[in-house]
């Protein structure tokens, strides 16, 4: 925070009401209040018979004196030195002594008018120099850093308001878009959003700065996509026919949703601009189906293609994959990791592949005998270079940063500006509201895969209690003695530490393997995997499970992307109410691999009706986009995907909830980069932009 408008736009999270705001010889039973006083004395102690911390002050103002005592927060009482002024809000109680405060909120002496004579002791925190209290203002609670808090933003944000700071920011939304959306000027937004007067004041700047956010965000998606698509890129004539023959060999028909993927993507090749598309589809709905056509015809047209996984284990999983379509066809197929190079076919027996060198691995990507090259983010070292990259695959695009995308995607124009932009494909199987597809994959055509293959049943999920969990064991006993298999999926690794207070207490991954093997399942092999064993470790594990050597697979949520084990049928999650609705979702697609029906066990001890209520909507949902939608109206759109993950702010999240607000920020940032797609003729948005210092976003 290096200027006076960073701190300016560093905004409260939520806002707290002051009470009634009294002299202590004048409170009343079960109210609440906001006092104004000197700490006499402080001390902590434990409750007699209960033993809980507690914290004990006694505050003094010109009429008397009150205790206030913090239960469970004991470290509170000590929060302000003794003799110092502070003000203390809270509820009123009763005990045998008397009457005390019970848990109050403080504001520090910081955030205080001046409070260091008795003339001033009794303003409001809001009171100015008049001597005015403003006892219906709203008191802002601002996101705390080590060593800064709430009241000192409070202090100073306040005092630059009053000096008239906020007026001399350069409001960077047009006078055309506020009025047309009926925004406030930067101006009163900034003192609406800091010092509201009322909660309708609060709500109206919130708007306003959440519109700004997204419409900028909106702003530099689509430049970066126009710019993107300036370049010069591969133009496919593709046959149709040869497609048909391709996809006749998968057996199975594709859906209309994968066909309509299929046609949209080979409608993007056949042009002279690179496409930039997003693939978004529920786990198991076929992506990879779409992904390997869409390769074909780059093949097919004499053009590499590169294949970027998140993981070791998916990018195994996808170059085996790969070796299945493409083996009629005798195309090379490589594989690059940080661990190995590999090679279909082998020169020794041609139906298998077979380790080799990395050096010879890059020399044959460099000169076009492997046209398809499948890794993990090795794919982006400076040393694997392609001889006509035609289009690059991102699978679970958002586990890669923004460079490492965007050195994929630009590493054949580094020596040749007119080389031709490979085309892009990203890929994700994680459920996004669509608000907030428009809104971070505003540079990316969106094509939704929301339809899953013939055959396959609809997963059975449910929500077991403690009193269940014999009942549920016994079902699953009987689908292990059928052959199929299990995961078992719990929030921690180990068990939770007994002398930290704050510990998660949760069941462990290793005390559950244990435990299962011992006393639940002991006619059958149970093992464990974690991120913190070895990757060797964990790779033969994985292979274990997969062949079938596993009957029970214990693990944390390492689990939670892409693995893909046909047989493994069944899931139960452990202390499911700590896992978020999208990753829960990303779990249960483990199981969701064939046309033999599967299980979903929710194990949950919960007693709150929030939490149970979105373990419903888990079992009720028909697919992952009906649950996002639902997450997001539940508990906002940060718990669902992360807003950080995406580089937007609290406040922007907020905007995601409202379809009407995204639309109208895409309307207003697409008229102004059709008008003007390199911003020439709007400097203040240029200034903006690149103050963001945000990276090409192609995902």
Known sequence: MDSIEKLLRHFPTRYDEPGSQKNIIDLGASETVTIYGRVLSAKTKKGWRSKIPMGEAVIEDETGKIKAIWFHQAYLAKKVPVGNLAAFRGKIAHSKTGPYLTNPKIIEKASLPNLNNKETL?????GLASGKGEEDSLIPIYPETKGI??????????????EGEHEKLVDPIPETILKKYNLPKLATALVWIHLPKKVEDSVSARKRFAFEEVFFIQLARLRDKKIYQSNPSFSLKVNKSEVNKFLKRFPFQPTEAQTKAIDQILADLAKDKPMVRLLEGDVGSGKTMVAATAAFALVQAGLEVSYMAPTEILARQHFESFIKYFEHL???????????????????????????????LLEWVANGEIPILVGTHALIQKQVKFKKLGLAIIDEQHRFGVMQRARLIR?????????????????????IPRTLALTIFGDLDLTLLDQMPAGRKPIITKIISPDKRDEAYEHIRIELKNGRQAYVICPRIDEPDPDKEQAVQAKSAKAETVRLQDKIFPEFVVEVMHSKLKPADKEDTMQQFTDGEINILVSTSVIEVGVNV?????????????????????????????????????FSETKSQKSMARLKALVNAKNGFELAEHDLALRGAGTITAGKQWGISDIGMEAIKNIKMVEAARTEAEAIINLDPDLSRHPAFLARLSSQKQELHFE
């Open 122 to 126: 009794f303003y409001s925190a809001r």
């Open 149 to 162: 808090t709430s009241g000192w933003f409070y202090y100073h944000i306040k005092k630059m308001i009053s």
């Open 330 to 360: 005798n195309v090379q197929v490589g594989l690059i990791t940080g661990k190995e190079c590999k090679k279909f076919p082998s020169k020794i027996n041609p139906h298998e592949s077979t380790h080799i060198s990395k050096p010879k």
């Open 566 to 602: 046909p047989n493994a049928t069944i899931i139960i999650i452990e202390g499911a109410e700590r896992f978020g609705l999208a990753q829960l979702h990303q779990l249960r697609g483990r199981v969701l691999r064939s046309n033999h029906q599967a299980y979903c066990y929710i």
């Open 411 to 431: 590493r054949v124009s580094e020596k040749d500006k007119a080389t031709p932009l490979p085309h892009l494909l990203s890929m994700t199987a994680t459920p």
